[in-house]
């Protein structure tokens, strides 16, 4: 079931909001995921199931959604914030990754 | 410390076979899912494979199906993806991850091994 995110790239300033948009061709329930990738790093996850928060990932980073639209939020943007960002559908093989969404300094 | 760490990556040529591993630490690998994840350079994230806890069956994305192949040594607490019939387009970062089951996401990543594809 492939996944697409929008924006590809979106430019912000630390402390604004930041939402990044995923949607399934397909209905895939709660299953979906979202990880965090800095340049020369491994992804690291933030939320499982929709809106589950991973241990350690601060509470600005928020999911939500169901069926075919996600979002992820970052309530307020920090400085170790600027990264992409991927969402992944969980709910059937093959799985899939979003494009990404490149979060930019402004 | 729970930790994977890939190795095995290297340059080869079109047509040629390369076998990555991935050492695990602080879990075991027999009692876990494991998923290759790999990434173009400057492109996304697409998984390759998985290999199931317990009874060690898998599955592939149809763009590696019958080149690849995943298994486990379990005495080794080690994964590994052997690639044969290699293309250029095989190119890319090759992780590691542990993948949580049911919910089919990457909760633990190595940091990769680079699999370059070249003549």
């Known amino acids: 079931i492939p996944v697409t995110q929008s924006p590809s790239s979106v430019s912000a300033s630390v402390g604004d909001r930041v939402t990044v948009t995923c949607r399934a061709s397909?209905?895939?329930?709660?299953?979906l995921a979202w990880y965090q990738q800095k340049p020369g790093r491994a992804p690291k996850l933030l939320i499982y199931e929709t809106s589950n928060l991973q241990s350690g990932v601060p509470s600005r980073f928020s999911g939500s959604g169901s069926g075919t639209d996600f979002t992820l939020t970052i309530s307020s943007l920090q400085p170790e914030d600027f990264a992409t960002y991927y969402c992944?559908?969980?709910?059937?093989?093959?799985?899939?990754f979003g494009g990404g969404t490149r979060v930019e300094m402004k | 410390e729970v930790q994977v760490v890939e190795s095995g990556g290297g340059l080869v040529q079109p047509g040629g076979s390369l076998r990555l591993s991935c050492a695990a630490s602080g879990f075991t690998v027999s009692t876990n899912y494991m998923s290759w994840v790999r990434q173009a350079p400057g492109k996304g994230l697409e998984w390759v494979s998985i290999i199931y806890s317990g009874s060690g069956g898998t599955d592939y994305a149809d763009s590696v199906k019958g080149r690849f192949t995943i298994s486990r040594h379990n005495a080794g607490n080690t994964l590994y993806l052997e690639m044969n019939s290699l293309r250029p387009d095989d190119t890319a970062l090759y992780y590691c991850?542990?993948?949580?089951?049911?919910?089919?996401?990457?909760?633990?990543w190595g940091r990769g091994t680079l699999v370059t594809v070249s003549s």
């Open positions: 992944q559908q969980a709910n059937s093989f093959p799985l899939a």
């Open positions: 991850a542990r993948t949580k089951f049911p919910y089919w996401y990457f909760d633990v």
């Open positions: 397909q209905d895939i329930g709660n299953w």
